[in-house]
């Protein structure tokens, strides 16, 4: 007999196979060469933004709302909403959209795995993910999900490479396939809008992934927070915003403008937290996401008690560090980058994976990351501080576990 479960693990496989498949370099071409028929049909091709239904995809969705591509004379159409990171690296590569938010792994993979021809030109926010377990007596902390399974959304995600980190620094093994041992966690790729529906039904522990999903599993008693990402990577990129690379040498002036508005859209989601909350629900004229007003609040604009709840139950235990649930600053510093190469090379992960070993972290943070237009366009709103940061473009990576 099928379940349910099976059903949803089978489709989840079938899309890391398909996702996979795109991000060589043979599953690429056909991709890549539509991508060059769509540019030689229409050079000056509008603003075209894809978008998962994630609180991620915030400041794209801000930017268009609220007109500043306009504003910058872009034209731009209505922002795409895929359901899948399948369905949303499809359409970029192959040109049916220009300016995707996506999993800051997923582009080391895709530049390096595919060697797609596209760029990192901003981070798109900063935190915004959490570890949500069952309320279920049995798991209370970490080392409760060793044999048990635990759902992450991709291999190439922030959320795979900070929960094996976690796990690591309690002599937790991480596995793809089979049974858990008492000493192990067997990890599956899950979407996000499945993920609560398992940890409902108890055929997973717990999961990682982007808000609002944690934030929801909390509404509806079904899990709690375990531990937030950016209380263990200190202001880590989860998503940044990908672009074409063609577009960025070719269209400089256009790029230029895309990501003016984009910066300009983090600044504005930062002073005006339940203003956007309201901006994305369902019930707004876009109909951007398919959250709530109160889900989406609980991430972007939550009150002051939530933290103080959240200290008591161990979920954070960083308090001076001051974050927000999920924040917003557009510059991609290199020591993330470097960061991330280097633990992504010691994360187990699923896929092609061959070219992991020979990239050197710092060559990766200059050659993946185009940060001209954004420096321009964090000067446009008075530096760094405008984001509540010292100026300057270095910092020191925290991660604790």
Known sequence: MTTDHDSDSTASR??????????????????LQGFNRAVAAEPDAPVRIGYLPITDATPLLVAHQRGLFQKQGLSVEKPRMFRSWAQIVEAFLSGQVNVVHMLSPMTVWARYGSKAPAKVVAWNHVCGSALAMT????????????????????????HNVVLQHLLKA??????????????????????????????????????????????????????KVLRFTGDVWKDHACCVVQMHERDLNER????????????????????????????????????????????????????????AAYIASGAIHHPEWKQHRIDFQPYP??????????????TYVEGKNDFLPGLDPAFVARDLVDDRFVKKAIAGLGGMTAFGLPEGFTRHEHITT
Do not use: C
């Open 252 to 307: 400089p002036e256009w790029s230029q403008k895309v990501v003016n508005g984009i910066v300009q859209a983090q600044a504005w989601a930062r002073d005006h937290r339940d203003d956007t909350s309201h901006l994305l629900a369902k019930d707004a004229a876009d109909h951007y996401t398919p959250h709530s007003y109160e889900t989406l609040a609980k991430v972007l604009a939550p009150p002051p008690s939530d933290d």
């Open 170 to 223: 309690r002599g937790i093994e991480s596995i793809g396939s089979g049974t858990p041992g008492p000493k192990q966690v067997k990890l599956v790729v899950m979407a996000p809008s499945d993920m609560l529906p398992a940890l409902a039904g108890g055929q997973i522990s717990a999961y990682i992934v982007a808000e609002p999903f944690v934030a929801l599993a909390e509404i509806l008693k079904v899990g």
């Open 14 to 31: 079938r899309r890391f196979l398909k996702l996979s498949a795109m991000f060589t370099v043979a599953g690429a071409l056909p991709l």
């Open 135 to 158: 309320v279920k007596k049995n798991v209370q902390q970490l080392d409760d999900l060793a044999g048990t399974t635990v759902a992450i959304p991709f291999w190439y995600s922030v």
């Open 333 to 346: 510093f290199p020591s993330y980058t470097e960061t991330l190469v280097s633990m992504l090379k010691t």
